[in-house]
């Protein structure tokens, strides 16, 4: 008798006809302790489900308040949001999260949906996932600079172009003039960054934490350096003057030496009070060996932070009129807006390469990133003939 298809009422009519039968003479008495058993393992069997549900329910609720499915959001916890993030770390939170990935089915994602998660049926997103994203983010050499916002839409910055000096009243004298500024608007466009990678379906079978640092360690890491690579080139193509439309960057044409960043840094808004310096590893190494040579006790990057962008050329390396490097105050000067929050959207391909046995994994972001105020970037360039 197949027990797992009977009601509950069901099976407590047979176990109180197997008590009747236990009475009856000549009784199969092996045959009613196998029967028992049987029910006794299925009624367990629903027991548990039921409070895994439970408990399940229990910890979704207390982990959904503020965050939402790919959205992540970072600010001072709460007893609240403690709770929350005990709730989201825990291994079957995150085993159920890891397998709606895979498969976003009904099931699996009635399985995550909290007591009160309204009509867009919100699901959160666990706690290690966040902090994954967010060390991605941090650990960025140019991103970790940048500040940013989850704002959807189209994001529109103002910056100022010029604006005259505030004027000293004297007493009896004439009113103050008005100020003249101009400014100019930058509108930030968002676009989708992508990247895929392939994985066996032995990495595919993977459960819960496991699955969820192998999939976002590798593919967040990628998404945010081409992030990076993209706001150095929309800076390395600014122009000299600006626009109503993009703010400006001076260009110094000068070799590495003593005092080029130190040039360059004179170039800057007076307002950039945080630059760095950032250029290809071989550039920074070229600076130093005319350092080295020539015996300078003073520091070719005055004092500056120097980043590494392979998104620059080597000096050695770049043509005649290339930005080799760039002065800047990225942390004041430039913005990032992540209109679907810093978590990462993911598709799955099961199908694609399913002779080779491997799945693509498609990791993706809305995201954009630009220039926000004039002047505070400068740009070395390589001169003619050297």
Known sequence: MDFSTMTNEQLEERRSQIAQELETEGADLDALETEARAIKAEQEKRSARAKKQEELRSLVASGMHGAVLHQARFGAATQANANATEARNSSEYMAAYAEYLKDSSDEKREALLTMNAGENGQIAVPQLVLDIVKTAWDKDPIMSYVNKSSIKGNLQQEFEIEGSEAEVHEEGSGEVPEEELGLGLVTMVPKYIMKWKSISKEVYS???????????????????????????????????????????????????????????????TDEATQPIVVMHRLTEAYFKEIRYANNYAADPFEGLTVVHSNKLPAYSAASAGAVYAIVGDFANGAHANNLNGDAIEFVFDTLTKKKQGLIEVLGQQYHVADVVGDKYFALLTKPSGV
Request: zero cysteines.
């Open 206 to 268: 993977m459960r819960g934490e496991a699955f969820l640092n192998y999939i976002y360690r590798e593919i967040a890491h990628k998404i945010v350096k081409k992030m990076a690579n993209l706001l150095i080139e929309k800076i390395t193509k600014l122009p000299q003057t600006a626009t109503k439309t993009s703010p400006s960057a001076n260009k110094v044409s000068k070799a590495p030496a003593m005092g080029t960043v130190a040039e360059a840094l004179g170039n800057l």
